[in-house]
């Protein structure tokens, strides 16, 4: 799933997005070395994802948003996503490469 994502002012979180259709919340973290990994976040179980999104947007502090209202939020299930920039190629490509 393609999910754009914006970068943003934090010093936890590189960028984020979010769609509608499948409501699902991107989250791309960073470290002192730059962007780190991508999860994303079911947010289905919620009345109004959008409305949390939109929230998640405007807060001033991304990282402390985050830290209270989605990690270890049991109603919130996620998964890693490989950026398709940094994903390891096929052994075919690798092949074809060297």
Do not use: C
């Not at 979180?13 to 976040?41: C, E, H, M, Q, W």
């Not at 991304?62 to 919130?76: H, L, S, T, V, Y």
Request: no cysteine.
């Amino acid at each position: 799933m393609n999910i754009p994502i914006t970068p943003i002012e934090s010093s936890q979180i590189f960028a984020i997005g979010f769609d509608a259709p499948s409501k699902t919340l991107r989250v791309r973290f960073k470290n002192k070395a730059g962007p780190t990994s991508i999860y994303d976040y079911d947010l289905s179980k919620i009345e109004e994802p959008q409305k949390f999104f939109d929230e998640f947007l405007a807060a001033e502090s991304k990282g402390r948003f985050f830290g209270q209202r989605i990690r270890n939020n049991a109603d919130f299930t996620y998964q890693k996503i490989e950026p398709e920039a940094e994903q390891k190629p096929t052994e075919e490509q690798a092949a074809s490469q060297g």
